[in-house]
């Protein structure tokens, strides 16, 4: 009977500490709500805001502002988070975020806005560190797995709901809407954390590294600016890119040569020294570089190959969002199960390359159907990738290293999606224009030479010829960009191939040959939620 006495209450408060950490987990995932709905709800708001606002020259500054801050400061918060307590970085940067949202559906011109929009990317830069770090400390990675197809589905349904809510927000509210629609989300969540969430209190003395600080951002900005303004704003051989290239190379030259000498750096370089985190940021940088890709140029092929409605452009990308969130399940259910984690990057890697490839074989006659079982194919590959690769990442540091390897990881992951878009990008356009020239002759030039992305309106109004020329260039450079995207994907299967099965902390005593990484299983200390 003492036995029994003593084992009920441990057993009553692992089930009040399993309660808590759900409910925790809920105001998490509406944070992290918050961080992805926030540009596609915008992006679809923006024709309604310039007719309002006017401006339209400074338009695309109204998403790069946002970009940039969010990539400058998430290695920023991450440290942080490491050096003076996770929850009060991330309660700072929620609360960051709600006021530029708040300030941004108040601004009054388009140049308001544009630095309201900095202001909210500041704030939004912690939202999934912050995310992911907390999850880092309450959950060890062996039971992380059971988590994955929450992240998973919050991630599907932004990308598909965010437009049509989106569209629905500023056809019915206004476009202000767009933006205070983040404020009641915020508050939940902030009402949430602060009652809930008990994580232990760091008083560090250390500085934080100024410098290091100041030398990332200037080399992140410009890397943006470069993968943003290249091939549009300005000619890739321009004085200007040419600039930014070597301001930015020699800021992150800079930037290493400091962090090495720092005493308490902002990216400490020994966390690389980890086989399978640097491997990690590989894989997180072309699973970034590829999704953020595929999901620009599907629903563009569909529109205007397959003549999808562009208002429901959102459901375009269903079958790959739908095979990532189930393949994403079932790897967490397994993870959590057996503690094996390998066999996942390798047959992400392979399904990447295969759906890629089948994705570039598309063109004019291709059915919708047969698109949609080839997104299938890249969604199964993703799936086994995204929630992996920042669980193997944390559990390669440690503890005191969370939010940083988190920040690292994601920061990666943003600067694969920037490059994602500005190569792929840059490679469609080149392919679409000289298409047109070449079946449309001066009239298919007249055409794309403001942009290779015509609007359904725009499409309509072309004569059937100069239609059909178009449908064939769109085919062309799709299948261009996809062609790209599979070589690259290469790059993550090898990577994969070379990642080292290190047992995942809470996963039991430590396997023969982990010792290489023996840092890696040191056990979390955190207070029960």
């Known amino acids: 009977m003492a036995d029994t006495r003593t084992v009920e209450p441990d057993a009553g408060a692992q089930d009040e500490k399993q309660r808590s950490v759900r409910v925790v987990m809920l105001a998490l995932m509406i944070t992290m709500m918050?961080?992805?709905?926030?540009?596609?709800?915008?992006?679809?708001?923006?024709?309604?805001?310039?007719?309002d606002l006017g401006g339209l020259e400074h338009l695309s500054w109204v998403v790069t502002s946002y970009t940039l801050a969010t990539a400058a400061s998430t290695p920023i918060w991450g440290k942080l988070g490491d050096l003076y307590g996770r929850k009060g970085a991330f309660l700072s940067s929620i609360v960051l975020f709600l006021a530029g949202s708040a300030l941004s559906g108040m601004a009054q011109d388009m140049g308001q806005l544009i630095g309201f929009r900095a202001v909210q990317g500041l704030g939004a830069g912690g939202l999934m560190v912050g995310v992911m770090a907390i999850i880092g400390d309450l959950v060890p990675p062996r039971e992380r797995g059971k988590y994955q197809g929450m992240m998973a589905a919050v991630m599907a349904i932004a990308m598909i709901g965010g437009p049509l809510v989106g569209g629905t927000i500023t056809d019915h509210w206004g476009w202000r809407w767009a933006f205070y629609i983040n404020l009641p989300l915020g508050v939940v969540s902030l009402g949430l954390i602060t009652a809930v969430l008990h994580l232990p209190k760091k008083r560090s003395q250390a500085r934080i590294d100024y410098l290091g600080a100041g030398l990332l951002t200037v080399g992140i900005t410009s890397i943006v600016l470069v993968t943003t303004w290249g091939g549009t704003e300005y000619a890739w051989s321009s004085a200007r890119i040419m600039e930014l290239i070597g301001i930015g190379v020699a800021a992150l030259v800079g930037f290493v040569f400091w962090q090495?000498?720092?005493?308490?750096?902002?990216?400490?370089?020994?966390i690389f020294?980890?086989?399978?985190?640097?491997?990690?940021?590989?894989?997180?940088?072309?699973?970034?570089?590829?999704?953020?890709?595929?999901?620009l140029f599907l629903p563009l092929y569909q529109q205007a190959v397959q003549g999808a409605s562009a208002t429901n452009s959102g459901l375009l990308l269903l079958p790959m969002l739908g095979a990532m969130l189930v393949t994403s399940m079932?790897?967490?259910?397994?993870?959590?199960?057996?503690?094996?984690?390998?066999?996942?990057?390798?047959?992400?890697?392979?399904?990447?390359?295969?759906?890629?490839?089948?994705?570039?074989?598309?063109?004019?006659?291709?059915?919708?159907?047969?698109?949609?079982?080839f997104m299938a194919v890249v969604g199964l590959g993703m799936g086994c990738l995204m929630q992996i690769t920042m669980l193997v990442a944390q559990n390669s540091v440690e503890m005191k290293d969370m939010g940083v390897a988190s920040s690292s990881a994601t920061l990666f992951r943003t600067l694969g999606s920037s490059f994602g878009v500005a190569i792929m990008g840059a490679l469609?356009?080149?392919?679409?224009?000289?298409?047109?020239?070449?079946?449309?002759?001066?009239?298919?030039?007249r055409i794309t030479e403001q942009s290779a992305q015509l609007d359904a309106a725009s499409l309509a109004k072309l004569p059937a010829p100069a239609r059909e020329a178009y449908q064939y260039a769109v085919s062309d450079g799709t299948h261009a960009a996809f062609v790209l995207g599979a070589v690259v994907a290469v790059v993550a299967l090898v990577a994969a191939v070379f990642v080292k099965e290190v047992p995942l902390r809470g996963a039991g005593p430590k396997e023969e040959g982990a010792a290489e990484e023996s840092t890696a299983l040191k056990a979390p200390v955190v207070e029960p939620v």
């Open 428 to 445: 469609f356009n080149s392919r679409v224009q000289d298409a047109m020239s070449e079946r449309a002759g001066a009239l298919g030039s």
């Open 273 to 295: 020294r980890s086989r399978n985190f640097t491997l990690m940021s590989v894989i997180g940088f072309i699973t970034g570089f590829v999704m953020f890709g595929a999901t």
């Open 330 to 373: 079932i790897a967490g259910r397994i993870t959590t199960s057996s503690g094996r984690y390998k066999v996942f990057p390798v047959v992400g890697g392979a399904l990447m390359i295969v759906g890629l490839y089948l994705l570039s074989t598309m063109d004019t006659g291709t059915s919708r159907f047969t698109s949609g079982v």
């Open 260 to 270: 090495t000498r720092a005493a308490e750096p902002i990216l400490p370089l020994h």
């Open 34 to 51: 918050l961080a992805m709905l926030d540009n596609m709800i915008v992006g679809t708001a923006m024709p309604t805001i310039v007719g």
